[in-house]
């Protein structure tokens, strides 16, 4: 089943959205504060960076070329991407809080 027009730059664009946000998180939590990092820190920028990989896997993978029409494996590959991406994130804010 192909995937929907515009399905590519929606889900490219939404990638990059959400990795900008991410960078933003960094910047505001204190990445380059001269404190010493505790294991909660290293946490954090260690789940975020899994994230920002996922997310710039995205665009490369939705914009592959298909084998065939039908085939969408890149699609659901970039979809899982994105997801994982996205809840790696948040995930990252969610440990800021907590430690």
């Not at 994982?84 to 995930?91: E, F, K, N, T």
Request: aromatic fraction near 12%; charged fraction near 5%; charge should be negative.
């Amino acid at each position: 089943m192909p995937s929907p027009t515009g399905s590519v730059a929606a889900l490219s664009s939404a990638s990059a959205t959400i990795f900008s946000i991410g960078i933003v998180f960094l910047g505001y939590w204190g990445m380059y504060e001269p404190t010493k990092w505790h294991f909660g820190d290293v946490m954090v920028v260690v789940i975020a960076l899994i994230g920002f990989g996922c997310l710039g896997l995205v665009p490369w993978l939705a914009t592959n070329p298909a084998q065939s029409e039908t085939n969408d494996t890149h699609m659901r590959i970039a979809r899982h991407l994105f997801l994982a991406g996205v809840g790696s994130i948040w995930l990252a804010v969610a440990v800021s809080l907590i430690f």
